[in-house]
């Protein structure tokens, strides 16, 4: 089963920008459709973005859309969330996810089964 680690959190001040990675193990990651959720403290996690397992496809929160980005490496074994124009509301753990049906790109937390440990992104203002 893949592994999945993330990076790339810190603190940085609303309106900036910042990159976050996951890094995948084990079996070739275009086996996978993937995605980015976030958690802030007592809120259930959402969905951020998701990726076909191609690149072909992407879907995003609307509470993202124009300011996030998703993308993926299959062959460096990496998925990406490029997160620009960062407000206050963005403060959360971030997630990456992937799911094994690779044909579907979905938005709900019941159909990925591989989660990372997160990593933690501050807004401040």
């Known amino acids: 089963q893949v592994q999945l680690v993330e990076s790339g959190g810190g603190l940085v001040q609303a309106g900036g920008s910042l990159r976050l990675s996951c890094a995948a193990s084990g079996p070739p990651l275009s086996t996978y459709a993937l995605a980015w959720f976030r958690q802030s403290p007592g809120q259930e996690r959402e969905f951020v973005a998701g990726i076909s397992w191609n690149g072909g496809r992407t879907i995003y929160a609307d509470s993202v859309k124009g300011r996030i980005t998703i993308s993926r490496d299959n062959a460096k074994s990496m998925v990406y969330l490029q997160m620009n124009r960062l407000k206050l509301e963005d403060t959360a753990v971030y997630y990456c996810?992937?799911?094994?049906?690779?044909?579907?790109?979905?938005?709900?937390?019941?159909?990925?089964?591989?989660w990372g440990r997160g990593t933690q992104v501050t807004v401040a203002s």
């Open positions: 996810a992937a799911d094994p049906n690779r044909i579907r790109v979905g938005d709900r937390r019941s159909e990925y089964d591989y």
